[in-house]
C-alpha cells in the first residue's frame, strides 16, 4: 500500500516510498505526492526527480529541472549543490556535453561544493571529457 503524502516525513521516507517501484512508476507517484508533502521535503522531491529523470535517459528534461532548482537562491545551498551536481554528471554522462560540465564545476566552486572544491569533478571531466575543458 502507497504511503500518503503526509505520512512521508522525511527524505528517507520518500526514497523508501519509491524505492519498492519502478523509475517510471516513481517518477509519476512523485507526481502525486507533489500537493501533500512536508514543505522541508520538497525541494528534495525535485532531486529525486532528477536523480530519476537521469536513470530512465532523459537527462534533458533533468537539466531543466536542475536549472529550476538553481535559480531559486533562497533554497538550502546543499540542495542547490546537489542539484548542480546532478546536473555536472548530465552533462558530462548524459548529454555528453563536457564544456557545459566544465561551466558546472564553476558553478560548484561559488556554492562550496567539496567535488568541486578539492578536484574531483575536474579529474571525471578530464577523464570522460579531455584536458582541453579543464581550467
Known amino acids: 500500500m502507497k ?11 520518500l526514497r523508501a516510498a519509491l524505492s519498492v517501484m519502478e523509475h517510471v512508476d516513481a517518477l509519476q507517484q512523485l507526481d502525486e505526492f507533489s500537493s501533500g508533502l512536508r514543505e522541508e521535503v520538497r525541494p528534495w522531491k525535485e532531486i529525486i526527480r532528477i536523480e530519476l529523470l537521469q536513470l530512465v535517459g532523459n537527462h534533458a528534461e533533468a ?13 538550502d545551498e546543499g540542495i542547490r549543490r546537489t542539484a548542480g551536481r546532478r546536473m555536472f554528471y548530465g552533462y558530462l554522462f548524459g548529454l555528453k556535453e563536457p564544456e557545459k560540465a566544465a561551466r558546472m564545476i564553476t558553478l ?8 568541486a572544491k578539492d578536484g574531483q569533478l575536474a579529474w571525471l571531466l578530464e577523464l570522460y571529457g579531455g584536458e582541453k575543458y579543464i581550467e
Open 108 to 115: 560548484l566552486h561559488a556554492l562550496e561544493c567539496e567535488e
Open 3 to 13: 504511503p500518503a503524502p503526509s505520512e512521508i516525513r522525511t527524505v528517507a521516507d
Open 63 to 75: 537539466l531543466i529541472s536542475g536549472l529550476e532548482l538553481l535559480e531559486e537562491v533562497s533554497l
